[in-house]
């Protein structure tokens, strides 16, 4: 079987995956936290919570629902636990990750429903973090993690025309 060259620079979608492993590898050591996980592996939040018995109860029942509904709008979701026997989730934490090549000097790129989400889960009390790889020559790369301002991103949508045809 022949092998396939991919541009990373272009194929975005390979790219995202690939980047959001390596965050949630990084964000796993800094952390010192097993319980983060990539949102792509599951099919919504209770499926996470059945698969690795988390108690989720104890959070907020508007911040469960939201979640439920719109899991896949956010890359990377943390697990704060009270009680690692029991597995207590205590605090969710979100993660929104993203790359840029270290030349680019403009504003990064969110979806209006990540946007959305990560704008209606900090209005509950929900940390959100953005966590950046700034991309440079030879495969070197920054990795920083900070809390994420949604005032910094440019916001788009994912239909290439307008769905109602204006």
Do not use: C
Request: aromatic share 14%; proline share 1%; hydrophobic share 40%.
């Amino acid at each position: 079987m022949k092998s396939k060259i991919r541009n990373l620079k272009t194929d975005y979608a390979r790219r995202a995956v690939m980047f959001e492993h390596l965050a949630r590898m990084n964000i796993r050591k800094r952390r010192k936290n097993n319980f983060i996980f990539n949102t792509r592996n599951f099919d919504d939040l209770s499926q996470l919570a059945v698969k690795y018995r988390l108690d989720i109860a104890p959070l907020d029942i508007e911040i469960i629902d939201f979640l439920q509904r719109n899991f896949h709008s956010v890359d990377l979701i943390e697990m704060d636990l009270s009680d690692l026997n029991q597995r207590i989730v205590k605090n969710v934490v979100l993660y929104e990750v993203k790359t840029k090549n270290h030349s680019n000097n403009s504003k990064l790129n969110l979806a209006f429903s990540s946007y959305n989400a990560y704008d209606f889960m900090k209005r509950k009390g929900v940390t959100v973090n953005l966590a950046s790889f700034e991309l440079y020559d030879n495969w070197k790369y920054k990795f920083s993690l900070e809390e994420l301002n949604l005032d910094n991103f440019k916001k788009y949508t994912r239909f290439k025309q307008n769905p109602f045809g204006k």
